[in-house]
């Protein structure tokens, strides 16, 4: 190749034109299992022969696969789905553009569904701000002690751009997207970078941009990341990037758009600029939750995330919890993730506002987690926090409380669901999840210290409670394939506890 040769023969090279760089999850087997990954890149001009080479060593690259084209303002986005991956296992990939290619690099594919998995979990961080967080997941992708991130919205805040010197009457929002992706590069090419739509993503609302009818037509309605990211939105029946769902070890993760995915949402309902229009989100959920409670035997643990928070500070987006509560009880969903408010809170169990289990031992009702705060623009007030490491002598993370008008918008609950918070700092959420435990913790990212931490369990059959159903329902389970304690003795324990397959003895099936 071009560049190869000009290395060769000692002569510079010029820089790669291919940037952002990432991958996503992609695919899906018989048994849910993802069998891609997506790999996404940029380009300054329409590149239709764009493609990624990929192999089992960074020599042998024998494989390759064709990369869409397209593009809604200047630059082309480009996605390639490599196909048919082994679990477990390294792939070596390029890209080549012509005689652009960039470097060699390399990911893990996804793991069976009988290995545990470690994952980052946060919402809202930009490029203002960021950095602590960015070093910390460069740390910990390094060390590989992850095994992808799951973005619940607000990626970048290009959408503030206008608010960065020199900005408010310049155009300066593809830049602002540009400047973010780079730097997420280093992180989210060997790590499957799963995200979800926030506010931020919904257009572009600067100055510039509203003087321009062209510019606020097409930066308008999530246009900019439904084209920059390739979520696995095809594969599990999903929109765009709006909504999507996907298997990673034990754990079935739903995204959710909390944007404009339910009657009221915020998004949906402004008076300028609406956005929307995507579908039927919520039916799209249950059928989604009803595959997912059949694959308890297997994956026990379903994670729900989106970027607004259905309970905050003791209050309730009562819209939210009429669309999507009453799924989240029926289906046994454990933990729903979200961001927005720029700081971090743990509630304890909740349903209906008002039931709350103190407890994380198999409480049967989801945990809310919100962790918003792992650093963007938004959260810097530089008098305050100068002010305040001038009285204290220690470095300050600025957090910002939520607007009113979102406030505004919520309904009275109770504080008692809280079990704690933090919103003095940057942080971001860690997890590792096996067959019988989820392990949260909650890192403040500036000096890498774990604030907060708790254990999900699950409960042996003899104490969960489930519905009853016709017994010969159990179905499947009484084949002895299904795992150890499935057979005949799980199939009489069926019939005696009156058990369908979707919940208890699914579990216990895996953990007689």
């Known amino acids: 190749k071009f560049l190869t040769l000009l290395a060769t023969l000692g002569l510079p090279a010029q820089a790669s034109t291919i940037t952002q760089i990432h991958i996503a999850l992609a695919g899906s087997d018989d048994n849910g299992i993802s069998t891609g990954m997506a790999v996404s ?3 300054e001009s329409d590149s239709p022969s764009a493609s990624v080479r990929y192999g089992l ?4 690259l024998s494989s390759t696969a064709t990369a869409t084209s397209s593009t809604y303002w200047e630059t082309y986005d480009h ?11 390294q792939y070596y990939y390029q890209i080549v553009d012509g005689d652009d290619v960039s470097e060699v690099l390399s990911f893990t594919s996804a793991p069976t569904e009988k290995d545990s998995v470690n994952f980052a979990v946060f919402g809202d961080l930009g490029m203002v701000n960021g950095d602590s967080t960015r070093k910390y997941l460069t740390k910990l992708s390094e060390n590989k002690e992850i095994d992808l991130i799951y973005h619940m919205g607000d990626v970048g805040y290009a959408d503030d751009s206008f608010l960065h010197l020199g900005c408010y009457t310049r155009f300066c929002y593809e830049d602002a997207w540009n400047e973010f992706m780079n730097a997420m590069q280093p992180i989210v090419t060997s790590l499957p970078w799963m995200t979800m739509p926030g506010n ?33 939105s095809e594969e599990s029946g999903g929109v765009m990037n709006m909504w999507h769902s996907f298997n990673h070890g034990p754990v079935h993760f739903i995204a959710l758009d909390l944007e404009t995915g339910f009657p009221g949402a915020a998004e949906e309902t402004r008076y300028v600029m609406k956005s929307g229009g995507f579908g039927d989100q919520i039916s799209w959920l249950e059928e989604d939750l009803k595959k997912a409670a059949e694959s308890r035997a297997v994956r026990p643990w379903i994670v729900a995330g989106g970027h607004h928070p259905m309970y905050n500070g003791g209050r309730v987006d009562s819209k939210m919890q009429a669309a999507m509560e009453p799924l989240l009880k029926k289906y046994n969903v454990d933990v729903f ?18 039931d709350i289990v103190k407890s994380y031992d198999a409480p049967g009702i989801p945990v809310h987690v919100m962790i918003g705060g792992p650093g963007n623009d938004e959260m810097s007030d530089g008098m305050r926090r100068i002010m305040q490491e001038i009285e204290s002598g220690e470095k300050v993370d600025p957090s910002r409380e939520p607007t009113e008008k979102w406030l505004a918008g919520l309904e009275a609950g109770s504080k008692d669901m809280i079990a704690l918070s933090d919103e003095d700092h940057y942080g971001i959420g860690r997890v590792e999840a096996n067959m019988t435990h989820f392990s949260f913790e909650y890192v403040q990212t500036t000096d890498e210290v774990v604030f907060d931490s708790f254990v999900l369990t699950k409960s042996p ?48 099936c895996q953990n007689w």
Request: aromatic share 10%.
């Open 200 to 232: 931020h993503e919904a257009d572009c609302h600067s100055p510039n941009c509203m003087l321009s009818s062209t510019k606020r037509d097409k930066l308008s309605n999530f246009t900019a990341y439904n084209s920059r990211f390739r979520m696995p």
């Open 461 to 508: 059959l003899d104490k969960m409670e489930v519905p009853s159903a016709d017994p010969d329902q159990c179905g499947n389970f009484c084949d002895p394939q299904f795992g150890p304690g499935c057979g005949p003795g799980a199939c009489a324990n069926c019939r005696e506890a009156g058990l369908d397959a979707q919940g208890a003895i699914a579990y216990a």
């Open 41 to 43: 890149f940029q380009t």
């Open 57 to 60: 060593s960074a020599d042998s």
């Open 79 to 89: 996605h390639a789905v490599l196909e048919s991956l082994e679990p477990s296992t």
């Open 337 to 354: 993730f979200t961001g927005h408010v720029h700081s971090y809170e743990r509630d304890w169990p909740t349903f209906n506002t008002t």
